[in-house]
């Protein structure tokens, strides 16, 4: 096996930045792109509401706290499906919003050895190379604190404490979200939308790059069925999983596009 590099510790292990007045995007740069999750944080009059949570190597929940404006509210964490970069920091909040097809997969994402990919399994491995993706043994260029073990480091399960699919609204105070059931890249799969702001919180249903339908707990004909609805969803922005914010028209090339491609 090489050897792993020596790593540094970060001065700031997320990065912030304001997409609009309520609402922020947190990011890992110091974790490889694959596992690289978007954190949305938005903000409603009577409690906040993070959506995503990383992949845990550093706490987040005290970032949400030294953020500028931050009142004295609850925040509650939802994670859009039960991936290790999405639900590292689930465990540090005390109402955890999960979709039921994800429990199962969450409860166990602690078997998981997330940033040495030297320990993942070889048909994921055998997968994602057939997809482009040649990983290095280690998925961060520097710690978040001293005595940080990449290599050792696994996540903290967290079981949801409510349960939440397609037709829910979650009330924020000034800020209502309905959620959505995006089935495909994984079976629970949700997104959001905020219907006053025609804003789309996507998860890994659609992003700007590659998506991800061959893993085993996806499934094409659902994705069909997700992209076919995204067509038809009033929303202008989508705040996606991985990458910046795009527009309808990037919504509406990305599902055409994979349903030229699944229909063969
Ligand atoms: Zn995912």
Redesign the pocket.
């Known amino acids: 096996m090489d050897a792993l590099p020596h790593l540094t510790v970060a001065t700031h292990w997320f990065s912030t930045t304001w997409v609009t007045g309520r609402t922020a995007l947190l990011t890992e740069p110091h974790i490889h792109g694959l596992i690289q ?1 978007n954190l949305w944080y938005l903000r409603g009059h009577e409690r906040d509401l993070l959506v995503d949570t990383g992949n845990g190597c550093a706490s987040v929940r005290p970032v949400l706290e030294r953020l500028p404006g931050r009142r004295d509210h609850e925040v509650l964490a939802l994670v ?2 039960a ?4 639900v590292g920091g689930f465990h540090e909040f005390d109402i955890r919003l999960l979709h039921p097809a994800e429990a199962e997969a969450a409860a166990r994402i602690g078997e998981q050895v997330p940033l040495a990919t030297g320990q993942w399994s070889a048909d994921l491995l055998k997968d994602l190379a057939d997809g482009g993706f040649i990983l290095p043994p280690l998925l961060v260029d520097a710690i978040p604190r001293e005595c940080f073990d990449p290599a050792a480091f696994r996540i903290t399960p967290a079981a949801p404490t409510h349960l939440v699919q397609g037709g829910d609204v979650i009330d924020l105070g000034g800020r209502r979200l309905t959620v959505i059931d995006l089935p495909g ?2 079976p629970g ?1 949700i997104g959001l939308l905020d219907e006053e702001e025609r804003a789309l919180l996507s ?2 249903a659609v992003y700007e790059g590659g998506l ?1 339908d061959t ?1 085993p707990e996806s499934d094409v004909a659902a994705y069909v069925r997700t992209m076919e609805r995204l067509l038809q969803l009033e929303a202008d922005v989508v705040y996606p ?1 991985h990458g910046g914010p795009f527009g309808r028209e990037t919504l509406h090339d990305i599902a055409r596009d994979y349903l030229r491609r699944a229909g063969g």
Do not use: K
């Open positions: 999750a859009t499906h991936h290790i970069d999405h890249h994984t799969s998860g890994d991800i893993l999983g």
